[in-house]
């Protein structure tokens, strides 16, 4: 299966995209210098404890106060007595985030920090040897086991990932002694930090996306600027020559996800509707517990009986299911409404699907059995802050699904302005939503783009309140005429 990875710089943030044979796998969208908190590492203040939930709250100078579980305050294999286990209000603490917050609840955090390399996962207070789930080889497995013992002390763990097999055990040390070493430098930051202090941050997108896929089955790298290609090349230092990818720079203004037809599978993301290419249909509404999935036929007839028509339709939904939540970084209770169909082993088998297509997602997914009514329950672990609420909120019309954010839509009206002004237009005027007028005139990032791309363009923004917020129109040549309530961009 060919992988093609995708990185660009668009307005203050980073990019990046993977497609397999031309379909979207994976998505990163970033802040630069405001990445995802999750892996920071803060010293905190115990500020209360809750005995009866076995629990703990945590101040770290964040918005909202952290959340400890008892699980989280103990190393693997011990059980929570009914105290929650050696600390009190007040008690400070070196904490790290395991999970971003979401709506009005704040970051998860645990007392046993983890720190990420390309090959390991080092773990300097939890006394564990693992090796990647993706690694199924049992024999290769219980070799890299017996190796890892030999590289960590008494108290210290130790995770081998699934890069780790390609490549020599003197690099592998030499990473892990790194990760040690930072550790070492945390430990020593936190003895003189005030609370709320960050002292360790994960790195960006680009790194992140680079040390977790780019050892295995990428073919090529597509950048947007000459500063990723560079940046890329020096990470390259981490990877043996035989790793290593092209790195084709993109060689147009023109706006590369624009371009390459990648920003319309992203916006894709944003619909509760899903195509599944033969008529058929998913519709993914998230409520407040929990994330509902119905499969639909639609136009979807099929050339046998009912049942095969069904069938083909499920098994077909089961791969997009598994695609859509990892795209989407959908987490927690996912309940799927397959079509109904009579045979019992045409059930277990969607199932089987289901389970086998989620295996290949990065995130801890269990799924259950099918019930008489064609529905099927799954958890997945959410990883960080979802696509939805990054780039869309909820539909002012039908008042159920997502649509684009006024953001998301300033991103397409940008990649539209480098088409029309690489083909020589100059004056052109936009019609769009308010609330994406009110965003694009407090989009600091974004006018200074556009003046440093269309220096000599005049560009004006007209104002729509019936407009949604999806909704551009642009006028220019024989269209293009400035009405008194248009306002000049710069």
């Known amino acids: 299966m060919k992988k093609t990875l995708y990185f660009d ?3 203050g943030y980073t990019v990046s995209a993977v497609t397999e044979n031309g379909l979207l796998s994976e998505f990163g969208f970033e802040k630069k210098n405001s990445q995802s908190i999750k892996g920071n590492i803060y010293k905190g203040r115990i500020v209360n404890v809750l005995q009866g ?17 008892a699980d989280d305050a103990l190393p693997d294999g011990e059980d929570a007595d009914t ?12 904490v790290q985030v395991v999970k971003p917050p979401v709506g009005k609840k704040g970051a998860k955090v645990t007392l046993f920090p983890s ?6 996962i080092y773990l300097p207070k939890t006394p564990f040897i693992g090796v990647s789930r993706k690694i199924t080889d049992e024999e290769l497995r219980n070799n890299l ?3 890892a013992k030999s590289l960590i002390g008494e108290n210290e763990g130790v995770v081998l990932r699934a890069a780790s097999p390609y490549v020599k055990r003197d690099m592998i040390v030499t990473e892990l002694n790194s990760l040690k070493e930072i550790y070492n430098s945390v430990v020593l930051s936190y003895k003189n930090a005030g609370i709320g202090s960050l002292l360790y941050s994960e790195v ?3 790194r992140r996306v680079l040390r ?6 990428i073919e090529e790298i597509h950048v947007g600027n000459g500063r990723l290609e560079k940046l890329i090349e020096n990470f390259y230092t981490l990877f043996p020559p035989a790793k290593r990818r092209p790195v084709i720079l993109h060689g147009s203004e023109k706006d590369m996800f624009f371009q390459l037809g990648l920003s319309e599978k992203i916006i894709a993301l944003t619909d509760r509707r899903v195509e599944l290419g033969n008529g058929a249909f998913l519709v993914i509404d998230k409520c407040e517990a929990m994330t509902v999935i119905d499969v639909n036929t639609g136009r979807y007839t099929g050339d046998d009986s009912l049942e095969q028509t069904v069938y083909h339709t499920n098994l077909l939904a089961a791969g997009e299911i598994a695609r859509q939540v990892k795209l989407r970084d959908i987490g927690g209770i996912i309940v799927v409404d397959f079509i109904d169909m009579s045979s019992a082993s045409h059930n277990r088998t969607v199932v089987e699907e289901l389970e086998k297509a989620l295996k290949k997602d990065g995130s801890h997914c269990n799924v259950g059995q099918m019930s008489e009514f064609g529905l099927v329950e799954f958890t997945r672990k959410r990883e960080n802050s979802s696509v939805i609420q990054l780039m869309s909120k909820p ?5 159920k699904g997502y649509g684009a954010s006024p953001k998301l839509t300033l991103f397409v009206m940008r990649a539209k302005l480098s088409e029309l002004y690489c083909d020589g237009i100059k004056q052109i005027l936009i019609d769009l939503s308010a609330d994406c007028f009110n965003e694009l005139f407090s989009f600091e990032e974004l006018i200074n783009d556009l003046k440093s791309k269309f220096p000599d363009a005049e560009i004006y923004a007209l104002a729509h309140r019936s407009y949604s917020d999806e909704a551009l129109h642009f006028r220019y040549g024989n269209e293009f005429n400035v009405p008194d309530k248009a306002v000049k961009i710069y």
Not at 83 to 94: A, I, K, Q, S, Y
Not at 115 to 120: P, Q, S
Not at 212 to 217: N, P
Not at 395 to 399: E, F, L, N
């Open 9 to 11: 710089e668009v307005c």
């Open 83 to 94: 105290d929650f286990p050696d600390l009190r209000e007040g008690d400070e603490v070196m």
């Open 212 to 217: 977790d896929i780019l050892s295995l089955d």
């Open 395 to 399: 539909c002012r019309q039908c008042k």
């Open 204 to 206: 960006g997108l680009l």
């Open 115 to 120: 720190f990420v390399g390309k090959n390991v």
């Open 53 to 69: 939930m076995q629990a703990a709250f945590v101040d770290c100078g964040l918005e909202r106060t952290c959340y400890l579980s």
């Open 145 to 147: 086991a017996y190796c």
